[in-house]
């Protein structure tokens, strides 16, 4: 079974440009879930969609973060502009119902802002 | 405090050695535990998961819960260099997911 599917792998950009992150949730999942990850803080949950619909974005850092799951099998997170400590690594996950059940995470997008 | 709080190591262990690596959480109401396993550039993949308190045991791999310390442990025994990644702890609380910010573990042949 193919599992969650992110693109790109690695993304280098300049500062102030729209950066776009994709995500394929595994087929059946009804929860989907975007992290940052890095060194300092390590892994911090951004947004969850549960059944496409947005459920909790209190973990967005700023504004300039936006995220949509327009259909079960496609979700997307814009940051706009971009900053240099935006910088890390994103994944996203998924799973079966919501916080109870195990996630299944990407090979993530390494964003590096100049 | 900190929801889940874990040792960042490294650890750095001969091959065949028994490891231990734990956590601590802050909330007693937390039923849900898991392990993560996290090779370098790659995605947490997931290793174990368990409720409630006791002991759970896949291969060479026991994930234990002691609730009334608060405390959970991930024991590997025969220890391989493939264990070599960071190891995360995870737990699931309201509207949140609480990961542990991971032990570096290397197994050294």
């Known amino acids: 079974d193919a599992g969650v599917i992110q693109s790109p792998r690695h993304e280098v950009t300049e500062m102030g440009q729209e950066v776009t992150l994709r995500c394929k949730p595994i087929s059946g999942h009804n929860s989907l879930f975007w992290y940052r990850q890095t060194m300092m803080r390590g892994l911090e949950l951004l947004i969850y969609?549960?059944?496409?619909?947005?459920?909790?974005d209190s973990g967005m850092p700023e504004d300039r973060f936006s995220a949509k799951m327009p259909n079960a099998s496609f979700s997307t997170l814009k940051i706009q502009p971009s900053e240099p400590r935006d910088s890390a690594v994103y994944f996203c996950?998924?799973?079966?119902?919501?916080?109870?059940?195990?996630?299944?995470f990407g090979d993530g997008t390494r964003l590096s802002i100049l | 405090q900190k929801e889940v709080e874990q040792d960042p190591g490294p650890l750095s262990v001969p091959e065949g050695a028994i490891v231990s690596l734990n956590c601590t959480y802050s909330n007693s109401a937390f039923q849900y535990f898991m392990w993560y396993r996290q090779y370098s550039r790659k995605g947490p993949e997931l290793l174990m998961y368990?409720?409630?308190?006791g002991n759970k045991e896949d291969g060479r791999f026991t994930a234990q819960v002691d609730k009334s310390s608060k405390y959970i442990s991930l024991f590997i025994r025969d220890s391989q260099p493939s264990d070599s990644a960071t190891y995360l702890c995870a737990t699931p609380g309201g509207n949140q997911f609480y990961f542990g910010t991971g032990t570096s573990l290397t197994v050294i042949p």
């Open positions: 969609f549960n059944n496409n619909v947005p459920i909790d």
């Open positions: 996950a998924s799973s079966l119902g919501q916080f109870n059940q195990p996630q299944h």
């Open positions: 368990t409720y409630s308190s």
